[in-house]
T-cell receptor
Framework: DAMVIQNPRYQVTQFGKPVTLSCSQT?????MYWYQQKSSQAPKLLFH???????NEADTPDNFQSRRPNTSFCFLDIRSPGLGDAAMYLC??????????????FGPGTRLLVL | AQSVSQHNHHVILSEAASLELGCNYS??????LFWYVQYPGQHLQLLLK??????LVKGIKGFEAEFIKSKFSFNLRKPSVQWSDTAEYFC?????????????FGAGTRLTVKP
């Protein structure tokens, strides 16, 4: 059974046109993360939510925003996508934030193409 | 800032060959270490992790990894690979032992096992 679900799996948008990527989880985990992964590169953490507390990575561009309306859902909003934002976007969850050794559970990713 | 290096971008082996994938990190303090695997068309999933205790960690599917603190390494090993091990392998390091929000991934190693 899918535990971390991302929709859509593929998203095509136009340069500058806002786009929203969706993530939902059935694990009831407290923490949800968004990563950006460009081709042949490491997944890069953009931000995470611990419950309703939002934590932005220092080098995440302002163009990227996130919303978490409830425990199950988390959205990634790209306000004005540029060609450089084309990437795979991975959503992950973990049971808790504290402890350092928490396993992260990943969704299948949404591949974003910017035309 | 800490970094994670995976030495090989692409490894090609025949079935039954032994596997060792290198992973080195730059952080000098306490770390938690992970190996994630991504099979073709599937999401990232945890293979094994080191949190504390025995530096030789055994994971699923016959994989193991050894944490060598003096070498800042966490190499992944398997004595005899199978065709089904074809996947991309990511090493990850969390440098914050109290929180889970400083996870850094390596760029990944693609393993191809020939039948």
């Amino acid at each position: 059974d899918a535990m971390v679900i991302q929709n859509p799996r593929y998203q095509v948008t136009q340069f500058g046109k806002p786009v929203t990527l969706s993530c939902s989880q059935t694990l009831n985990h407290n923490v949800m993360y968004w990563y950006q992964q460009k081709s042949s590169q490491a997944p890069k953490l953009l931000f995470h939510y611990y419950d309703k507390d939002f934590n932005n990575e220092a080098d995440t561009p302002d163009n990227f925003q996130s919303r978490r309306p409830n425990t199950s859902f988390c959205f990634l909003d790209i306000r004005s996508p540029g060609l450089g934002d084309a990437a795979m976007y991975l959503c992950a969850t973990s049971r808790d934030l504290r402890g350092g050794g928490e396993t992260q559970y990943f969704g299948p990713g949404t591949r974003l193409l910017v035309l | 800032a800490q970094s994670v290096s995976q030495h090989n971008h692409h490894v090609i082996l025949s079935e039954a060959a032994s596997l060792e994938l290198g992973c080195n990190y730059s952080y000098g303090g306490t770390v938690n270490l992970f190996w994630y695997v991504q099979y073709p068309g599937q999401h990232l999933q945890l293979l094994l992790k080191y949190f504390s205790g025995d530096p030789l960690v055994k994971g699923i599917k016959g994989f193991e990894a050894e944490f060598i603190k003096s070498k800042f390494s966490f190499n992944l090993r398997k004595p005899s690979v199978q065709w089904s091990d074809t996947a991309e392998y990511f090493c990850a390091v969390n440098s914050d032992p109290y929180n889970n929000n400083d996870m850094r991934f390596g760029a990944g190693t693609r393993l191809t096992v020939k039948p």
